[in-house]
T-cell receptor, first 113, second 116 residues
């Protein structure tokens, strides 16, 4: 158990809908990262937050947004969902803003139908 | 061309074999190198990380980094069926002052099966 908690574990939704994925980092970790894993693209970095502020952004679609709250948990919001958004979404956390020792949660499997 | 290339395998070896997993990369700014293990339907688990060139050993695992060739390796000695998983290499770049950027760039992963 990495100490990073993601909910829900599975999510099935229809195209055009909006969903929110939640992540609780390891105790004491200030940095949260979101990654998307699909069969054809592998693990792709989406966005990083450090102590409530956005630190780095990857190839995150405009339909996606995230935030980190004062208690350090984070949410990833996906809207206007398309079939191609079906993937595993992972949250990771680290004690510093550096991703060198990032610990991953178990992921949320999103299926868009 | 992807920044990090990793042979997806699959790789199948008998129990007790030495396994060699490799990645190549093109971004000279990468200074931190990591290996993750991912079991089916689970999150990636950090195995090892190294900074810059050199070797690092942890039990049956040895990580090597050759920055001149932009090539990293993970060796698994005395492989066990429980080592069967997907192995992902990951890298991060370094900015001013030597601090790492948080973003990890992953290889595609190599599927390893160790059969009894």
């Amino acid at each position: 158990d990495s100490g990073v908690t993601q909910t829900p574990k599975h999510l099935i939704t229809a195209t055009g809908q909006r969903v929110t994925l939640r992540c609780s980092p390891r105790s004491g970790d200030l940095s949260v990262y979101w990654y998307q894993q699909s069969l054809d693209q592998g693990l792709q970095f989406l966005i990083q937050y450090y102590n409530g502020e956005e630190r780095a952004k990857g190839n995150i679609l405009e339909r996606f947004s995230a935030q980190q709250f004062p208690d350090l948990h984070s949410e990833l919001n996906l809207s206007s969902l398309e079939l191609g958004d079906s993937a595993l979404y992972f949250c990771a956390s680290s004690g510093t803003g550096q991703g060198t020792e990032a610990f991953f949660g178990q992921g949320t499997r999103l299926t868009v139908v | 061309q992807k920044e990090v290339e990793q042979d997806p395998g699959p790789l199948s070896v008998p129990e007790g074999a030495i396994v060699s997993l490799n990645c190549t990369y093109s971004n000279s700014a990468f200074q931190y190198f990591m290996w993750y293990r991912q079991y089916s339907r689970k999150g990636p688990e950090l195995l090892m990380y190294t900074y810059s060139s050199g070797n690092k050993e942890d039990g049956r695992f040895t990580a090597q980094v050759d920055k001149s060739s932009k090539y990293i390796s993970l060796f698994i000695r005395d492989s066990q069926p429980s080592d069967s998983a997907t192995y992902l290499c990951a890298m991060s770049a370094v900015g001013a002052g030597g601090t790492s950027y948080g973003k990890l760039t992953f290889g595609q992963g190599t599927i390893l099966t160790v059969h009894p």
